[in-house]
């Protein structure tokens, strides 16, 4: 689904323009379900560590820094290289490379559950961070060149789309139901035999595509991309949580020169990693924004409103788990409403209507996280998740259908990019910000034994694996849960200006057909 005007500037298409167009049969749907379960298990794997930071911080001893490392390095790792995995997809072959970051995704995923350090289990992250880099591209491409009527291919995203959101809710449930019985590590754990399941199917259901005609891959290019996107975030992470210091600048400046001499580099090659006159066009740098746009409260919601339900709800990891069911029901349930609203809305106004809906839960979350009754936070999850789903839907769909099928792992590199951006700017942000709003109300009574003042100063976690209870835990949650409120209210408000340029810059129609 190009923009208006799109397909007529695009390359010429290959030879095999009519097989492509080809109504899709039982083995391409097929397909489909292995490509979901791959981003399913990132997107689990995103958000199922959450309900286990209670349970990590007291048994490896993690500070609230590392905490959020613990919870960012995955995404940061994911984001940092999703662009050069695009393209490398491109050019060695789609399932090829989905195959072997599935088999390396495994090894990380064992590592990470052996882990008994802060430091260790951050490595591991990291390792399964640089490991899903090459899962991501190959899903969406592949449902770029196995899907080729507008119409299935607009199914087979919302399916992908409901995938990622389902999956980033589907995380504490997973956790809670593990951590009920088992140690921490077990959320790494369950990855084995969902991988062993991938590597068959996979094998077995999936056709293999690339680039008939690569360009070589610019290992200068390579170097800027992972420098400018790792030094940019690290100097958000770094100003959030400490403030403005040498660090802070070092890294913005290192950053900012890393992504310009990149941008730059793009425009001279004959072959560039990412084609950065794609973002001229305002309904594919809108797409990417929207996509961007809707991750980033979600993710950042996720990570901390696990913690509030256990802590300051006293909830179990279960029973917090199965509280956050409606965010993925609702998030699944937009494959059936798309069909309905896409055609009588539009592109753009679905995506816009979708952010206002997730931007008004947003809000009315802040108000119920003071509510006694759980009922009133589960109605404002329904909204959440079921807006996050029409917009990611549509903003990926523009996104992965701009460019021509050979260049289609690059595209969806760019969506994944923002999409992990998102994800690892949500948790540093946000969670960044309910820390300072949480320490800086933070009130305990007068003589609070000095190591849980200490411990309850760091964050809410560490003041329960400290042992606080009575005056002290109550200011402590009370601390928490405004904290909470201000998140949210945060999340909303950036969530609604995305929903306004959604409206101005997607149009209405972005295929001709199909819609």
Same mark, same amino acid.
């Given at each position: 689904?190009?923009?208006?005007?799109?397909?007529?500037?695009?390359?010429?298409?290959?030879? /095999?323009?009519?097989?492509?167009?080809?109504?899709?049969?039982?083995?391409?749907?097929?397909?489909?379900?292995?490509?979901?379960?791959?981003?399913?298990?990132?997107?689990?794997?995103?958000?199922?560590?959450?309900?286990?930071?209670?349970?990590?911080?007291?048994?490896?001893?993690? #500070?609230?820094?590392?905490?959020?490392?613990?919870?960012?390095?995955?995404?940061?790792?994911?984001?940092?290289?999703?662009?050069?995995?695009?393209?490398?997809?491109?050019?060695?072959?789609?399932?090829?490379?989905?195959?072997?970051?599935?088999?390396?995704?495994?090894?990380?995923?064992?590592?990470?559950?052996?882990?008994?350090?802060?430091?260790?289990?951050?490595?591991?992250?990291?390792?399964?961070?640089?490991?899903?880099?090459?899962?991501?591209?190959?899903?969406?491409?592949?449902?770029?060149?196995?899907?080729?009527? +507008?119409?299935?291919?607009?199914?087979?995203?919302?399916?992908?789309?409901?995938?990622?959101?389902?999956?980033?809710?589907?995380?504490?449930?997973?956790?809670?139901? %593990?951590?009920?019985?088992?140690?921490?590590?077990?959320?790494?754990?369950?990855?084995? +035999?969902?991988?062993?399941? %991938?590597?068959?199917?996979?094998?077995?259901?999936?056709?293999?595509? /690339?680039?008939?005609?690569?360009?070589?891959?610019?290992? /200068?290019?390579?170097?800027?991309?992972?420098?400018?996107?790792?030094?940019?975030?690290?100097?958000?992470?770094?100003?959030?949580?400490?403030?403005?210091?040498?660090?802070?600048?070092?890294?913005?400046?290192?950053?900012?020169?890393?992504?310009?001499?990149?941008?730059?580099?793009? =425009?001279?090659?004959?072959? +560039?990693?990412?084609?950065?006159?794609?973002?001229?066009?305002?309904?594919? @740098?809108?797409?990417?924004?929207?996509?961007?746009?809707?991750?980033?409260?979600?993710?950042?919601?996720?990570?901390?409103?696990?913690? &509030?339900?256990?802590?300051? /709800?006293?909830?179990?990891?279960?029973?917090?788990?199965?509280?956050?069911?409606? *965010?993925?029901?609702?998030?699944?349930?937009?494959?059936?409403?798309?069909?309905?609203? *896409?055609?009588? %809305?539009?592109?753009?106004?679905?995506?816009?209507?979708?952010?206002?809906?997730?931007?008004?839960?947003?809000?009315?979350?802040?108000?119920?996280?003071?509510?006694?009754?759980?009922?009133?936070?589960?109605? #404002?999850?329904?909204?959440?998740?079921?807006?996050?789903?029409?917009?990611?839907?549509?903003?990926?769909?523009?996104?992965?259908?701009?460019?021509?099928?050979?260049?289609?792992?690059?595209?969806?590199?760019? @969506?994944?990019?923002?999409?992990?951006?998102?994800?690892?700017?949500?948790?540093?942000?946000?969670?960044?910000?309910?820390?300072?709003? &949480? =320490?800086?109300? *933070?009130?305990? +009574?007068?003589? #609070?034994?000095?190591?849980?003042?200490?411990?309850?100063?760091?964050? *809410?976690?560490?003041?329960?694996?400290?042992?606080?209870?009575?005056?002290?835990?109550?200011?402590?949650?009370?601390?928490?849960?405004?904290?909470?409120?201000?998140?949210?209210?945060?999340?909303?408000?950036?969530?609604?200006?995305?929903?306004?340029?959604?409206?101005?810059?997607?149009?209405?129609?972005?295929?001709?057909?199909?819609?």
């Amino acid at each position: 689904m190009a923009t208006p005007g799109l397909d007529a500037q695009q390359a010429p298409q290959s030879p /095999r323009t009519d097989d492509r167009q080809r109504a899709a049969g039982w083995k391409e749907w097929a397909g489909l379900g292995v490509l979901v379960l791959a981003v399913v298990l990132l997107a689990v794997d995103a958000t199922v560590l959450a309900l286990a930071v209670p349970a990590l911080t007291a048994d490896l001893g993690a #500070t609230s820094s590392q905490v959020l490392w613990i919870g960012d390095i995955y995404s940061l790792a994911l984001a940092g290289l999703l662009v050069t995995m695009g393209n490398v997809a491109d050019r060695i072959g789609r399932k090829k490379l989905l195959l072997m970051g599935a088999a390396a995704f495994g090894g990380a995923s064992l590592l990470a559950a052996l882990a008994t350090t802060p430091e260790a289990l951050v490595a591991a992250r990291l390792l399964l961070g640089v490991a899903g880099a090459t899962l991501m591209p190959s899903t969406l491409s592949l449902i770029r060149s196995i899907f080729g009527l +507008p119409r299935q291919r607009t199914l087979a995203i919302a399916i992908w789309s409901a995938g990622a959101s389902g999956g980033a809710a589907l995380g504490p449930l997973v956790g809670g139901a %593990l951590l009920e019985h088992f140690w921490w590590g077990s959320v790494f754990l369950i990855n084995l +035999p969902v991988v062993a399941v %991938l590597l068959v199917g996979g094998a077995l259901l999936l056709p293999e595509s /690339r680039n008939p005609a690569p360009g070589p891959i610019d290992l /200068r290019s390579v170097v800027l991309s992972l420098v400018g996107l790792v030094s940019a975030v690290y100097a958000v992470k770094h100003l959030a949580h400490v403030g403005l210091d040498a660090m802070t600048v070092l890294s913005a400046a290192v950053g900012a020169v890393g992504l310009v001499a990149f941008v730059r580099r793009q =425009r001279r090659l004959e072959h +560039p990693l990412i084609d950065v006159e794609l973002f001229r066009r305002p309904a594919f @740098s809108g797409a990417v924004a929207v996509n961007f746009a809707s991750v980033f409260p979600l993710a950042g919601l996720l990570f901390f409103f696990s913690q &509030y339900l256990q802590l300051a /709800r006293g909830f179990s990891p279960l029973e917090a788990g199965l509280r956050e069911t409606p *965010l993925m029901l609702a998030a699944i349930a937009a494959i059936a409403v798309i069909g309905l609203v *896409l055609p009588r %809305l539009g592109a753009g106004r679905t995506a816009a209507v979708g952010l206002g809906a997730a931007a008004a839960g947003l809000v009315l979350l802040a108000v119920a996280e003071g509510a006694s009754s759980y009922l009133w936070l589960a109605l #404002t999850l329904v909204p959440i998740g079921l807006g996050v789903g029409l917009s990611q839907t549509v903003a990926v769909d523009a996104v992965v259908s701009a460019v021509p099928s050979e260049r289609a792992g690059a595209a969806s590199s760019i @969506s994944e990019t923002a999409y992990e951006l998102a994800t690892a700017l949500g948790i540093a942000l946000l969670g960044s910000l309910l820390g300072l709003v &949480y =320490r800086g109300g *933070l009130d305990l +009574p007068a003589g #609070t034994d000095p190591a849980v003042a200490s411990a309850a100063g760091d964050s *809410l976690a560490g003041a329960h694996a400290a042992g606080a209870d009575g005056a002290a835990f109550e200011a402590a949650r009370e601390a928490f849960v405004h904290a909470m409120q201000v998140t949210s209210l945060s999340a909303a408000a950036l969530t609604a200006v995305a929903a306004v340029l959604a409206w101005r810059m997607i149009p209405a129609r972005l295929s001709g057909a199909g819609h």
